[in-house]
């Protein structure tokens, strides 16, 4: 079993730069995937950002160049750096994790992006 917990949303400037955080209970050495999605209101869910246990890391091309995926292994935490926000970027982003062949969500953060 893994809990996940996601922070660092809230309401952000256009232009502006916001970190999140997904803290995982069990070590990060442990976890094959760990990945960032969003979803805004209406729309699909959407992979943002995948890292591998080995750091090869992903990007959906809507956020190449602004966002940073990071393996955090002393907090255990798995990062999303945020940057060149724009408002389209508003939505609730989850991080989901695979523990033992089993996908595992966190509840999610707001991240709202003001023109």
């Known amino acids: 079993q893994v809990q996940l917990v996601e922070s660092g949303g809230g309401l952000v400037q256009a232009g502006g730069s916001r970190r999140l955080s997904c803290q995982s209970s069990?070590?990060?050495?442990?976890?094959?995937?760990m990945n960032w999605y969003r979803q805004a209101p209406g729309k699909q869910r959407e992979l943002v950002a995948r890292?591998?246990?080995?750091?090869?890391?992903d990007y959906a091309d809507s956020v190449k160049g602004r966002f940073t995926i990071s393996r955090e292994n002393v907090k255990n935490s798995v990062d999303l750096q945020m940057s060149s926000l724009k408002p389209e970027d508003t939505a609730v982003y989850s991080c989901?994790?695979?523990?033992?062949?089993?996908?595992?969500w966190g509840e999610g953060t707001q991240v709202t992006v003001a023109s």
């Open positions: 989901k994790v695979v523990f033992v062949g089993k996908s595992y």
């Open positions: 069990v070590s990060l050495f442990s976890l094959s995937a």
């Open positions: 890292v591998t246990t080995g750091g090869t890391t």
